[in-house]
């Protein structure tokens, strides 16, 4: 028994912290209908500040935790609220998702270019010392940190649990779960109890990040990884209580700390236990994102006064001139023959090879034009899936001599069955819980599937060597640049194909409506296998084309927050149309370059540019730059007809056409299976 407890001991302060983060979740997605993916970010920033104002301002413990915990955490809660979830009430969870994303990139990205990105060692704890025993238990120490933690939160789940059933702020959050617009009828204030939900949940991660801090070795702003990991498990526990119950969450958080601790004490130091113990909270939220029956009806309109709703806003006005479409069509033609003629003369090698980064990207990119805006389904693991590729080309080539190009489609074969993986698997799910598998498996293929030789390579990483392709060599910068955009040419043929084709169809129809592509005879199963195997395929070759382009990748060229910005990059610029990923590889990789010439500080800013544009998603699903662009090409189509009727000539014989909202699936549906 005591062996026991020594092993399951230190694993309930980590279940604590995990707890606060899966309440907070809890709180804010029945009470807003927002499943916060920031939380991890929010509880960072607090434990940053906290930090900063014990060590640089000199200022006492109790006062930093007043300012980052109890001001700044709630704060920024209520702006969050104030500024963008209170506007877009009733936008689909996947708008709401990527808005949260576009959060979790900007804010870790934010700090280090305010403050510094230097790593602060043995950060200060709130109240008792990690490195004082207080009292044993069954022979088992039990130092000041874990016994803080534990008492803390033990005391702010009660307080929680109190002011929820006791108050009347709680009556009304519990009111608002149950029906925003029949609390609103009687007179509650939907938006202040909104208000009061963020605030309270901004609180609890801030609180989760300053209880952390004594438990991690040191705090690195430009790599919050303890605290997405405190994410990954607060998401476990909240989806095994689904996400209902804060005494649930409470409960398996503590008991998901103490069986990784237990099993990283029982486990056989080797191998084994580096396999099982960083894999054991992916494989619970696995096997409870598949398996449990509540968790499915998430994100679903359960609220009966749902079809009061006012329609969305439509799409942005589409209004085209007919004498626009040649101005249009032979000026992108114009500039791509100017740039492929500047990049072989006179372009700076340095800018060859960030240009070359942007072709690359764009092809990693328009696998994100697939899922995302074609399927309608938030894929969070897209740089895995280019990892994939990338470490199995550069391993073909290092132990069996294959050609580089060769490897590439083998590579992209690899992660194309992934990604198909993926689908099989997630069969069942859709939407927020398709949205945490992914983010689960890129975490997990960063953290442990990347990590080994065999597989990233370890610490050295993977040699990827410049393809050779009988008497073509393209072992020079401007060589490779056009072999990338041959490869670029080459994918967005095949996603023009099948955004054309009967597939992108079915893909239209499901994403409208799955029971009404279903009711029409649309397999789902064979529509997201095949979706996700060829976008996976995909981000496999570019990223085998990106490993080429700079000889080596290593587990740290491909991880999690890799995904993420891709994202909030593709979906600022248009994740609908081809153009949009275009766009989003060169203007990421061109920003990028031109930002070395800013102080080193403003190097990481790129991401965070891209994260305002993607909060704006839940507004203009088409990307807000393709909305300015469509904004503005309709000014040119109105100055023209303006210029027609002062000269008293007739318009164009096509009128424009203003663009409506998207049909109902079942109306998408019926128009594939007539044309199919």
Same mark, same amino acid.
């Given at each position: 028994m005591s062996t026991f407890l020594g092993y399951a001991l230190p694993g309930i302060p980590y279940g604590c912290d995990f707890a606060l983060i899966a309440v907070g979740l809890v709180v804010t997605f029945r009470t807003t209908g927002v499943f916060n993916l920031a939380f991890g970010a929010q509880a960072f920033a607090a434990a940053f500040v906290f930090d900063l104002l014990v060590r640089a301002q000199g200022l006492p413990v109790w006062a930093a935790f007043v300012v980052s915990v109890v001001v700044i955490s709630p704060v920024l809660g209520l702006a969050f609220d104030r500024f963008?979830?209170?506007? @877009? *009430?009733?936008?689909?969870?996947?708008?709401?998702?990527?808005?949260?994303?576009?959060? !979790?990139?900007?804010?870790?990205?934010?700090?280090?270019? &305010? !403050?510094?990105?230097?790593?602060?060692?043995?950060?200060? %704890?709130?109240?008792?010392?990690?490195?004082?025993?207080?009292?044993?238990?069954?022979?088992?120490?039990?130092?000041?940190?874990?016994?803080?933690?534990?008492? @803390?939160?033990?005391?702010?789940?009660?307080?929680?649990?109190?002011?929820? /059933?006791?108050? *009347? @702020?709680?009556?009304?959050?519990?009111?608002?779960?149950?029906s925003r617009r029949l609390a609103q009828l009687q007179g509650v204030d939907a938006g202040r109890v909104s208000a009061s939900a963020w605030a309270l949940s901004s609180f609890l991660a801030g609180l989760a990040g300053v209880l952390l801090l004594p438990l991690t070795a040191q705090l690195t702003p430009s790599d919050p990884l303890e605290f997405t990991s405190l994410l990954l498990a607060g998401i476990t526990a909240a989806a095994v209580a689904q996400m209902r119950s804060v005494p649930g969450a409470l409960g398996a958080a503590v008991g998901l700390g103490v069986a990784e601790s237990v099993l990283r004490g029982y486990l056989p130091s080797g191998l084994l236990a580096q396999a099982v113990v960083p894999a054991f909270p992916f494989v619970v939220l696995f096997a409870t994102l598949l398996g449990s029956r509540g968790l499915r009806v998430l994100g679903r309109q359960t609220d009966p006064l749902a079809g009061v709703d006012p329609p969305p806003e439509p799409p942005a006005v589409s209004v085209r001139d007919p004498r626009l479409e040649p101005i249009t069509r032979w000026g992108f033609r114009a500039l791509i023959v100017a740039f492929v003629v500047s990049s072989l003369t006179w372009v700076p090698g340095f800018w060859v090879t960030s240009l070359t980064e942007g072709l690359v990207l764009s092809t990693v990119f328009l696998s994100i034009t697939l899922i995302t805006g074609m399927s309608g389904q938030? #894929?969070?693991?897209?740089?895995?899936?280019?990892?994939?590729?990338?470490?199995?080309?550069?391993?073909?080539?290092?132990?069996?001599?294959?050609?580089?190009? !060769?490897?590439?489609?083998?590579?992209?074969?690899?992660?194309?069955?992934a990604g198909a993986l993926v689908a099989l698997v997630a069969v069942r799910i859709s939407g927020l819980l398709l949205t945490l598998l992914t983010l689960a498996f890129a975490l997990f293929a960063d953290q442990f599937l990347f990590q080994? #030789?065999? %597989?990233?390579?370890?610490? #050295?990483?993977?040699?990827?060597? /410049?393809?050779?392709?009988? *008497?073509?060599? !393209?072992?020079?910068?401007?060589?490779?640049?056009?072999?990338?955009?041959?490869?670029?040419?080459?994918?967005?043929?095949?996603?023009?194909?099948?955004?054309?084709?009967?597939?992108?169809?079915?893909?239209?129809?499901?994403?409208?409506?799955? *029971?009404?592509?279903? %009711?029409?005879?649309?397999?789902? &199963?064979?529509?997201?296998?095949?979706?996700?195997?060829?976008?996976?395929?995909?981000?496999?070759?570019?990223?085998?084309?990106?490993? #080429?382009?700079?000889? %080596?990748?290593?587990?740290?060229?491909?991880?999690?927050?890799?995904?993420?910005?891709?994202?909030?990059?593709?979906?600022?610029?248009?994740?609908?149309?081809?153009?949009?990923?275009?766009?989003?590889?060169?203007?990421?990789?061109?920003?990028?370059?031109l930002l070395t010439y800013a102080p080193q500080r403003f190097g990481g800013i790129t991401p965070v540019l891209f994260a305002f544009g993607a909060m704006t998603y839940a507004r203009h699903q088409e990307g807000i730059v393709e909305y300015q662009k469509r904004k503005w090409l309709n000014r040119v189509s109105k100055l023209l007809a303006a210029h027609d009727a002062r000269r008293g000539r007739a318009g164009p014989s096509s009128p424009a056409v203003e663009s409506v909202p998207p049909a109902p699936a079942a109306g998408r549906a019926a128009e594939v299976t007539g044309r199919g």
């Open positions: 963008l979830f209170r506007h @877009i *009430p009733t936008a689909s969870t996947t708008a709401k998702l990527v808005s949260s994303v576009g959060l !979790f990139v900007a804010i870790p990205t934010t700090l280090p270019i &305010l !403050f510094g990105g230097t790593p602060r060692l043995n950060p200060p %704890s709130l109240w008792l010392s990690p490195s004082t025993v207080e009292f044993h238990l069954s022979s088992t120490p039990v130092n000041g940190g874990q016994l803080s933690t534990t008492v @803390i939160t033990v005391v702010a789940v009660l307080a929680l649990l109190a002011l929820l /059933r006791w108050t *009347p @702020i709680g009556l009304e959050m519990r009111a608002v779960v149950e938030l #894929s969070l693991c897209q740089a895995t899936f280019a990892g994939i590729g990338a470490f199995a080309a550069g391993q073909l080539a290092a132990h069996l001599g294959l050609g580089v190009l !060769f490897g590439a489609l083998i590579g992209g074969a690899m992660a194309a069955a080994y #030789s065999w %597989s990233g390579g370890g610490l #050295s990483g993977v040699v990827v060597p /410049r393809p050779t392709v009988g *008497p073509f060599n !393209f072992g020079s910068d401007r060589s490779f640049l056009v072999l990338a955009l041959v490869v670029l040419v080459v994918f967005v043929g095949i996603v023009a194909l099948v955004q054309r084709g009967t597939t992108g169809r079915y893909l239209a129809a499901v994403r409208g409506s799955e *029971p009404g592509a279903t %009711s029409l005879g649309i397999s789902l &199963l064979r529509s997201r296998v095949t979706v996700f195997a060829l976008s996976a395929g995909i981000a496999g070759v570019g990223g085998t084309m990106f490993g #080429s382009l700079y000889h %080596s990748v290593s587990a740290s060229s491909f991880n999690y927050a890799y995904s993420l910005a891709f994202v909030v990059v593709v979906v600022t610029t248009g994740a609908r149309r081809i153009e949009g990923a275009l766009q989003a590889g060169m203007a990421f990789a061109v920003i990028t370059l």
